[in-house]
Nanobody, 123 residues
Framework: QVQLVESGGGLAQAGGSLSVSCAAS????????MGWFRQAPGKEREFVAAISWSGGITYYADSMKGRFTISRDNAKNRLYLQMNSLKPEDTAVYYC????????????????WGQGTQVTVSS
């Protein structure tokens, strides 16, 4: 089992920046791929970014490329998401996930989830 707890987020203006982080406990953090997903009201959960065990490989949804950066610190059991050039459409609850996904963009491929943290971007 892996327990995941997100923190950070909050309110930002369009064009601004925010960061969210995810603290992991339980089984060895470094053996899992980690991902960030988000869900806006009335919408399905959406892939944001993912990162490999070592952090050497990263994946981004097209709309996040160049604006968001995913990173991890295995020594601290932490996952991070730096969000720049925020847009109102980035408003959502952001979730971190851990697993050995068959497909990194598929939320159903992840085994463990945090409770989410709200990110709100005003125009």
């Amino acid at each position: 089992q892996v327990q995941l707890v997100e923190s950070g987020g909050g309110l930002a203006q369009a064009g601004g920046s925010l960061s969210v982080s995810c603290a992991a406990s339980g089984r060895t953090f470094s053996i899992y791929y980690m991902g960030w997903f988000r869900q806006a009201p009335g919408k399905e959960r959406e892939f944001v970014a993912a990162i490999s065990w070592s952090g050497g490989i990263t994946y981004y949804a097209d709309s996040m490329k160049g604006r968001f950066t995913i990173s991890r610190d295995n020594a601290k059991n932490r996952l991070y998401l730096q969000m720049n050039s925020l847009k109102p459409e980035d408003t959502a609850v952001y979730y971190c996930a851990a697993g050995r996904p068959r497909e990194v963009v598929d939320p159903g491929s992840y085994d463990f989830w945090g409770q989410g943290t709200q990110v709100t971007v005003s125009s």
